[in-house]
């Protein structure tokens, strides 16, 4: 049975076992994110895919599967050992984000590579990505967590942007109805965020 995206990364994080391909479900977006943000053209972003899950999978699993087609029985553990689990995947995906730039002929390199290799651009990038992805996490829960209303309310005016007395109108509610759908979320999220970054 699949944990909710909330859990997943909190077990990841712990050193729980979970399904390799909720895993790699959750995590490929990421990675096809740090990628655009190395300059990689879409091929690229999908080799660098390829190359960091086949490194982690080599690292915590047994055996010889394809990448795409692992069994639903074969489980991904981290070991909190090696510290913190935002560092350890950040380290590989900047590594092979390098390996695959550098493949590229000569007079296809541009001025993306210093960029891409200083240490803080990388982590402004990386840190940029990964509140991204926690925050994609976070609103996955809470739409869990609240009627559909409260949720669509909050969308349409938090994330959206449109006017309240547009999402007043469309959902059937007062203004005040819409500013409080939208503070009892936000005050939900960040209690979910929080517990996603506990770890």
Known sequence: MYTTRKSLLRRVRSGDELSWNEFYAAYK?????????????DDERQEL?????????????????DIDH?????????????????????????NHAIR???KRPRFELREK???MTSDEA???????????HVFSMAC????????????????????QNKPPEEVAQFLDLSVSGVYTAKSR???????????????
């Open 113 to 115: 590579l210093p960029e």
């Open 70 to 94: 692992v069994p639903d029985h074969v489980m991904f553990r981290y070991d909190p050992a090696r510290g913190r689990f935002r560092h350890f995947l950040r380290g590989i995906i900047r």
């Open 185 to 199: 979320c936000v005050a939900m999220l960040k209690t979910i965020i929080g517990e996603l970054e506990k770890n």
């Open 122 to 132: 990388w982590e402004r990038a990386w840190d940029e990505e990964w509140e991204k």
């Open 29 to 41: 977006p990421l990675i096809l994110l740090c990628g655009r943000d190395c300059g990689l053209t």
């Open 140 to 159: 996955t829960e809470l739409k869990k967590r609240v009627k559909s209303v409260t949720w669509l309310a909050f969308e349409m005016y938090a994330l």
């Open 49 to 65: 895919v390829q190359q960091v899950m086949t490194e982690i999978f080599r690292k915590n699993i047994l055996g010889n599967y």
């Open 100 to 102: 695959i730039y550098h």
